[in-house]
């Protein structure tokens, strides 16, 4: 599994684990709801990784299963990549 398929997959996860889901997510980072439906598609936008947005960020907050850099499939602070479970 690439690293943008574990992303996707975490976000999916997290959109689940989301009460209000893709419309929380809509509302939390001041986008439309379609943009969130093709994040889930297609993955969260290039600007996640340049650090020009934090879309990321905001969904972690929203949720307790994913963490940013869970869904940007970036290594933890130990070094271990994770990999994207179902939430709790």
Known sequence: MSKRERSRAALSLAIKAIPGGMFAIAESCGVSY?????????????SEWT????????IATLQDAFSQNDLLCLPDPSGQTPAPTQPK
Not at 34 to 46: D, F, Q, S, T
Not at 51 to 58: I, L, N, V
Request: aromatic residues 10%.
């Open 34 to 46: 379609e943009a969130v439906r093709k994040w889930r598609k297609n993955g969260l936008p290039k």
């Open 51 to 58: 650090g020009e947005t934090q879309y990321s960020k905001s």
